[in-house]
């Protein structure tokens, strides 16, 4: 693993985020994750931090001390997220809060302290997160659909501010996964949902980590600015 690649890949404590970090440790790199809890279980070639991403100290200190660990940082996942369903009306100020300052503070801090190092290198790989959510319009997610909606411009726009730095940016957009949050929503409306796709059925984890594996290929230095929905579901 001497000259193995680093990826780094947040929310790595259950669903997508544990999966990729399995995912990618067997594929050879070396990753780094973290998570607000702790973990339950152990990787070869893993470490594990535990931080919220929206905390800019914290962050900023972990990225200090990964800086004289590694060589060069290859490839950021931004997975870490939350999710809220409630109608408008029943959605008290703290959630929106909690869902930007995830979602979107702590996405755009990952990519900010990541381009700095990837910049060394000249080189690097950036892909973030967001959801068939946000061009759907669904009913019940107006705040996580808008937050993913930021994350969507914010991809095009850093994957332009950071062209000149051979710095790729994307991103990926699942539609319903068989995660926790899922399972907490009435059957009738996740199949209303995949009714709506072009494929119609979940995500799959898979799913996700083919997109991301075409993203962060050497061979797609050219490939940046760009959503990938899943399910065909269609862009906006």
Known sequence: MKNAQVMLITGT????GRYLAEYYTKKGFRVIGLSRQPIDYKLDHYEHYCLDVADETKVKQMFFELRHKYDALDVL?????????????LTPASTVTNIFNTNVLGTFIFCREAAKW?????????????????PMHLEGEAIYAASKAAIVNLTQVMARELADLSITVNAVGP??????????????????????????????????????????????????????????????
């Open 13 to 16: 404590r259950k669903g997508i």
């Open 77 to 89: 996942i931004n997975n870490a997220g939350v999710a809220s369903m409630n109608h408008i009306l």
């Open 118 to 134: 990837m910049k060394k290198k000249s080189f690097g790989r950036i892909v973030n997160f967001s959801s068939a959510a946000t």
């Open 175 to 236: 539609t319903p996964l068989r995660t926790d949050l899922t399972r907490k929503v009435q059957q009738d409306k996740i199949d209303n949902v995949i009714a709506r796709q072009a494929i119609r059925r979940y995500t799959e984890y898979e799913d996700i980590s083919n997109v991301i594996d075409f993203f962060i290929r050497p061979e797609s230095r050219f490939v940046t600015g760009q959503v990938v929905y899943l399910g065909g579901v269609c862009g906006y």
